[in-house]
């Protein structure tokens, strides 16, 4: 079945640093979605995507949708100890609207003030 | 705009107890979705429900079940309880199943955490 995996699967970084995490399929998706998870709470939408090389942004998040549609990246700028949580891409599963998100496995991210 | 409301935020019960969670989407949304989010298990696909119908089932056993009202509010409801069932449930809801996809992202609730001894 449809996979998606992140990685890495967690990073310790310091105040102020650049940030990387992606993840990949083996199956294409039409549609990317990262989403950020903070302690006791439900995933929040940080971006989505919907074309093929796709590049969005919002504030210091930065995603893009990979030209192959089988990879995804997301990007954070000058991290800030607010950014600690747990992100996660997401994908519909399957080629017709199931209701079904197939989530990855999750990038905790912990930043050192 | 209220987002959407899970209730009740934490449940303790026994094996072999039934429990039911209840979730409000968001207003204007008619689909609602249930997940489980288990320690080290990722969040897994419960049910779908849209316009008072369930449109799509995940792999769990059929003591899983749910329902949406006219509202469009949901019920999940849990029989026989296993202590494998402890985890974080969220709810979710989007604004329907036709149109741009945009109106299908998914917006998430806080969970209910479930713990079963």
């Known amino acids: 079945g449809q996979q998606l995996n992140q990685s890495p699967q967690s990073m310790f970084i310091q105040e102020g640093e650049d940030v990387s995490m992606n993840c990949t399929s083996s199956?294409?998706?039409?549609?990317w979605l990262w989403y950020k998870q903070d302690p006791g709470e439900g995933p929040v939408l940080l971006i989505a995507?919907?074309?093929?090389?796709e590049l969005t942004s919002n504030g210091r998040l930065t995603a893009q949708f990979g030209t192959t549609r089988k990879d995804s990246f997301l990007n954070i700028s000058a991290s800030i100890p607010s950014d600690v949580g747990i992100y996660f891409c997401a994908g519909p599963h399957g080629s017709g609207n199931t209701g079904k998100l197939i989530f990855g496995q999750g990038t905790t991210l912990q930043v050192k003030p | 705009e209220a987002g959407v409301t899970q209730s009740p935020t934490h449940l303790i019960k026994t094996r072999g107890q039934q429990v039911t969670l209840r979730c409000s989407p968001i207003s204007g949304h008619t689909s609602v979705y249930w997940y489980q989010q288990a320690l080290g298990l990722g969040l897994q696909f419960l049910l779908w429900?849209?316009?008072?119908?369930?449109?799509n089932r995940g792999n769990f056993p059929p003591r899983f079940s749910g329902r949406q009202f006219p509202n469009y509010s949901s019920e999940l409801n849990v029989n026989a309880l296993e202590l494998e069932d402890s985890a974080l449930y969220l709810c979710a809801s989007s604004t329907g199943t036709s149109g741009p996809l945009t109106k299908n992202i998914q917006y998430f609730g806080a969970g209910t955490r479930l713990s079963v001894l």
């Open positions: 429900y849209d316009e008072g119908e369930e449109r």
């Open positions: 199956s294409i998706f039409n549609t």
């Open positions: 995507l919907y074309k093929a090389g």
